[in-house]
């Protein structure tokens, strides 16, 4: 999907018109399966902070065991994982949250992909390839399971209990106050992994919202404390401690291993997380430079600023998600348009 950019702030604005059923339709905590692996006391900790901090209710949590908490599962090792989650999952559930860190891919694919939308077997043959499209890429539904018989997934990263409880407690702030904040695209001097600056909207201002847009050509940013949004194509981002996240924000780089959370050979997505971001999405294995693979920019932040969740908003940005595994606290909606008593 191409917007054009004349037409991208333009679409930015009319998106922002409340829906009349906005807040009938909208994802809630009541609505999200929290996942635990009783084998791993940081998961079973951390899984009971998020059940408090959102009020997730009792039977939404979801019990599993894997031993070891390796990186990656092959397909029979998922598909008993698989079939333990979905036999824990109540019809009424819209979405996933996966409490670990590891496992975080199955194959080639991501495990929040392969929960999602199954195991893609055809991806692994060469991994370089076009991805299967994703049903939920830019949908309209509020309720996935309901309308698309899909629930998406994310993943909660505990191999730093501060770090996971930091990143908690910043979606949960973010649904509070809403505050003057920017979106930042980095069209960067790697050309290699500027495959999707084509599709950064023009820099602008959205007043109803005190956001604004700027996209800039270098390779970082230094000194920012208004950020909501930063996307950018490097195998290392600089500078991020000189960066200050607002509570809520979305953060990834387009890189081939961002996913291989544990990974050393590039910049692992976790390191968004260390410097104060809510969410983010890397690949696991080698998607070669398709945008469609990444997060859409615009696809990004049109659900983003409509008040969708960061689980929402990520998602349906992703045209080819099968290598893409999305982190973080999933019911992060700075802008969403909140009814008295809304979970």
């Known amino acids: ?22 807040a009938e339709t909208e994802l809630r905590a009541s609505q999200l399966a929290v996942v635990v692996n009783d084998d791993d006391r940081d998961s079973v900790e951390i899984a009971a902070y998020y059940q408090q901090a959102r009020h997730v209710p009792d039977e939404n949590v979801v019990h599993v065991r894997i031993p070891h908490s390796p990186r990656r599962l092959n397909a029979a ?22 409490v670990w860190t590891a496992p975080y891919a199955v194959e080639c694919n991501s495990i929040t992909s392969a929960l999602t939308l199954g195991f893609d077997a055809a991806q692994c043959r060469r991994t370089c390839s076009p991805g299967k499209p994703s049903p939920y ?55 290699a ?14 007043p109803p919202l005190q956001f604004r847009i700027k996209t800039l050509r270098q390779d970082k940013i230094a000194g920012a404390a208004d950020v909501m949004i930063y996307e950018t194509g490097l195998v290392s981002v600089p500078d991020l401690d000189k960066v200050k996240f607002l509570p809520g924000a979305l953060a990834d780089h387009l890189t081939s291993s961002g996913g291989d959370l544990l990974g050393t050979s590039q910049m692992s997505s976790l390191r968004w997380l260390d ?23 615009q696809v ?7 008040g969708e969740t960061a689980i929402e908003a990520y998602w349906k940005s992703v045209a080819w998600p099968a ?15 909140r009814s008295p008593g809304g979970d």
């Open 193 to 206: 992994r500027s495959s999707r600056a084509y599709l950064f909207p023009p820099s602008g201002a959205l």
């Open 275 to 297: 410097a104060g971001a809510t969410a983010s999405y890397g690949t696991v294995s080698e998607p070669c430079s398709h945008w469609q693979k990444f997060p859409h920019p």
């Open 77 to 98: 090792e998922f598909e008993v994982l698989r079939g333990q989650i979905e036999s824990g999952i109540r019809p009424e559930i819209q979405a996933i949250l996966l």
């Open 323 to 337: 290598q893409g595994v999305i982190i973080g606290e999933p019911l992060s909606a700075p802008y969403r348009r």
């Open 137 to 191: 890429f830019d949908a309209r539904t509020r309720q996935p399971y309901d309308d698309l018989g899909i629930r998406p997934s994310m993943l909660l990263p505990t191999d730093s209990i501060a770090r996971a409880k930091a990143v908690i407690e910043r979606g949960v702030m973010s649904n509070f106050r809403l505050q003057p904040a920017s979106a930042y695209f980095l069209v960067t001097s790697d050309k």
């Open 1 to 22: 999907m191409r917007l054009p950019p004349t037409a991208a702030l333009s679409l930015l604005v009319a998106s922002l018109l409340p829906a009349a059923n906005a």
């Open 300 to 306: 990004l932040l049109r659900h983003y600023l409509s």
